[in-house]
């Protein structure tokens, strides 16, 4: 485990980069964190790390996953407004959970036990309007992303 204090918009950029430049397929970030605390924008820089053309990364809270082409493919999941999964939800997020790309995925609570073990995890707590504390914990081993 390690805490990394992100004190503006570009060590956040910094932290995202690495942690794209470094992604290996079927890789997996957890993002967790309050409303606001950056897990985004976070993503956002993750993007660029992998090489995404198009920077304008959103939330895709209503669909659930945005997909995005770089060096590997991204799956950008945000799970805020899932409650449960069904059956199916859970067999058409193990065909990315278990893919060859990038998977980050806010709110990673609600997926419950089909998370697999092996993930990086990543929590961000707000310090100030500028400022984000980075708690990075590695699960299950080995190269996570």
């Known amino acids: 485990m390690s805490t990394i204090i992100l004190a503006s918009l570009e060590d956040t950029k910094a932290l995202g980069r690495r942690l794209g430049a470094e992604a290996r397929p079927g890789g997996i970030i957890t993002l967790s964190g309050d409303l606001g605390a950056g897990k ?7 993007a660029q790390g992998l090489g995404v053309q198009d920077n304008y990364i959103t939330s895709p809270t209503f669909s659930i996953i945005h997909e995005y082409q770089g060096r590997l493919p991204l799956y950008h999941m945000d799970l805020y407004r899932l409650q449960e999964l069904s059956e199916d939800d859970e067999l058409g997020l193990e065909d990315y959970l278990y893919g060859e790309g990038l998977c980050v995925i806010e709110w990673p609570d609600r997926l419950g036990e089909i998370l697999p073990s092996r ?17 990075i914990r590695e699960f299950g081993g080995g190269e996570h992303h």
């Open 40 to 46: 985004t924008t976070l993503t956002r820089f993750i």
């Open 119 to 135: 993930h990086l995890h990543i929590e961000l707590t707000i310090i100030s309007e500028n400022s984000r504390q980075a708690v």
